[in-house]
């Protein structure tokens, strides 16, 4: 038996997270695309009892996931096509909103009970680390977002039948 | 400082949230199919678990606690945690909307995810003070990130084994995170020293 390839050490291109979008509408040269509703929430076989649907989930906030592209591919209306991320794309993302804000919230909470030691006091801190440590994601984002990072790519025009297949 | 050290080792490795209390376990089954999915959602529960400690902790202190409500505890929790979420999906979304596209998903299956109201009961049992809340939830819920990015590795390596039909898919994982969990018990050794 041929031993297996070891492709999930290979960093050098990483692979991309492929989702389908389709296209609400064309403005020049920008295309908006809307993302079908993705993986974890629709197609869990639960979905239709699921309590979280409601709370804001892709189900109803699908318009707001709306995102613009750049129309190369003289794309038209209600046609599908195959975006893609980065997937390291995904950890940096969630490194920049999740772990700066938490940081800084834990250094001005262990700085402050060490100091004060009273519960109001860190209290205080905390929400001051955290409102610091958002302005920074904030900054960092930003600076990911013009490097290009974070926006899906094109990759292809979607077959007709061809959902996401995301086991 | 010691203490806190020692505090966060037992919440995130000995006393892990899912291997050693079994909390967390759809999300543990249901997104670790993929690393990066599994990095997504363990970062964006790691914030919510931690946030909705510190939010726990207050509501507790400050308002069950003094008018004798403690019979409301799991009621108000879950209306914090509900709360927790939607404030970190403003945030996220104020913060970048880009970043909102890639990560928003991940956050209204927190809202269910019993974890975060049990980390926030535990907490309480502990009878701990606000710093130590915190840390308490912020290293259970990295306990909970570091199992799921280590088990949906794992996932990824089972994809491409050959696997006897009858245990191929979901069998085989909880297998495997049998075989984690036992690992993980090796860490209660350290909880006597």
Same mark, same amino acid.
């Given at each position: 038996?041929? $031993?297996?390839?070891?492709?999930?050490?290979?960093?050098? &291109?990483? $692979?991309?997270?492929?989702? =389908?979008?389709?296209?609400? &509408?064309?403005?020049?040269?920008?295309?908006?695309?809307?993302?079908?509703?993705?993986?974890?929430?629709?197609?869990?076989?639960?979905?239709?009892?699921?309590?979280?649907?409601?709370?804001?989930?892709?189900?109803?906030?699908?318009?707001?996931?709306?995102? $613009?592209?750049?129309?190369?591919?003289?794309?038209?209306?209600?046609?599908?096509?195959?975006?893609?991320?980065?997937?390291?794309?995904?950890?940096?993302?969630?490194?920049?909103?999740? +772990?700066?804000?938490?940081?800084?919230?834990?250094?001005?909470?262990?700085?402050?009970?060490?100091?004060?030691?009273?519960?109001? =006091?860190?209290?205080?801190?905390?929400? +001051?680390?955290?409102?610091?440590?958002?302005?920074?994601?904030? =900054?960092?984002?930003?600076?990911?977002?013009?490097?290009?990072?974070?926006?899906?790519?094109?990759?292809?025009?979607?077959?007709?039948?061809?959902?996401?297949? =995301?086991? | 400082?010691?203490?806190?050290?020692?505090?966060?080792?037992?919440?995130?490795?000995?006393?892990?949230?899912?291997?050693?209390? !079994?909390?967390?376990?759809? /999300?543990?089954?249901?997104? #670790?199919?993929?690393?990066?999915?599994?990095?997504? *959602?363990?970062?964006?529960?790691? !914030?919510?678990? #931690?946030?909705?400690? *510190?939010?726990?902790?207050?509501?507790?202190?400050?308002?069950?606690?003094?008018?004798?409500?403690?019979?409301?505890?799991?009621?108000?929790?879950?209306?914090?945690?509900?709360?927790?979420?939607?404030?970190?999906?403003?945030?996220?979304?104020?913060?970048?909307?880009?970043?909102?596209? *890639?990560?928003?998903?991940?956050?209204?299956?927190?809202?269910?995810?019993?974890?975060?109201?049990?980390?926030?009961?535990?907490?309480?049992?502990?009878? *701990? @003070?606000?710093?130590?809340?915190?840390?308490?939830?912020?290293?259970?819920?990295?306990?909970?990130?570091?199992?799921?990015?280590?088990? /949906?590795?794992?996932?990824?390596?089972?994809?491409?084994?050959?696997?006897?039909?009858?245990?191929?898919?979901?069998?085989?994982?909880?297998?495997?995170?049998?075989?984690?969990?036992?690992? !993980?018990?090796? !860490? /209660?050794?350290?909880?006597? @020293?």
């Amino acid at each position: 038996m041929m $031993p297996s390839e070891d492709h999930s050490t290979d960093f050098s &291109a990483p $692979p991309m997270v492929e989702g =389908i979008a389709r296209v609400v &509408a064309v403005e020049g040269s920008v295309v908006w695309l809307e993302p079908e509703q993705t993986s974890t929430c629709g197609a869990c076989s639960s979905s239709s009892m699921c309590g979280a649907k409601g709370i804001g989930t892709a189900a109803n906030s699908l318009e707001r996931r709306r995102f $613009p592209m750049d129309n190369q591919e003289k794309l038209t209306l209600g046609e599908r096509v195959v975006v893609g991320v980065r997937e390291n794309a995904l950890v940096k993302a969630s490194l920049t909103a999740y +772990a700066i804000p938490l940081i800084t919230l834990l250094v001005a909470g262990i700085v402050a009970q060490g100091m004060v030691g009273n519960d109001a =006091i860190t209290m205080l801190a905390m929400v +001051a680390g955290l409102v610091i440590g958002l302005i920074v994601a904030r =900054i960092s984002a930003k600076r990911l977002s013009t490097r290009g990072d974070l926006a899906p790519q094109f990759l292809r025009r979607a077959h007709a039948g061809e959902t996401c297949h =995301i086991e | 400082m010691g203490e806190y050290v020692l505090l966060m080792v037992s919440a995130a490795l000995v006393n892990n949230v899912i291997l050693a209390r !079994f909390l967390g376990l759809c /999300s543990f089954m249901g997104v #670790t199919t993929r690393v990066d999915t599994a990095v997504g *959602m363990g970062m964006a529960t790691t !914030f919510v678990i #931690t946030v909705s400690s *510190m939010a726990d902790w207050a509501v507790e202190t400050y308002l069950l606690q003094p008018y004798g409500l403690g019979y409301l505890r799991t009621v108000t929790f879950i209306l914090v945690i509900a709360a927790a979420v939607q404030f970190t999906e403003m945030t996220v979304r104020k913060v970048s909307p880009p970043l909102f596209q *890639m990560l928003g998903i991940y956050l209204p299956l927190i809202t269910t995810n019993c974890a975060v109201l049990g980390v926030a009961l535990l907490l309480v049992e502990g009878k *701990m @003070n606000f710093i130590e809340a915190t840390l308490f939830g912020f290293a259970s819920s990295l306990g909970y990130s570091l199992v799921m990015v280590i088990f /949906s590795g794992l996932r990824e390596r089972l994809a491409l084994a050959e696997v006897p039909r009858l245990f191929a898919g979901p069998p085989i994982g909880f297998i495997v995170a049998s075989l984690l969990a036992l690992a !993980f018990m090796g !860490f /209660s050794g350290m909880q006597t @020293n």
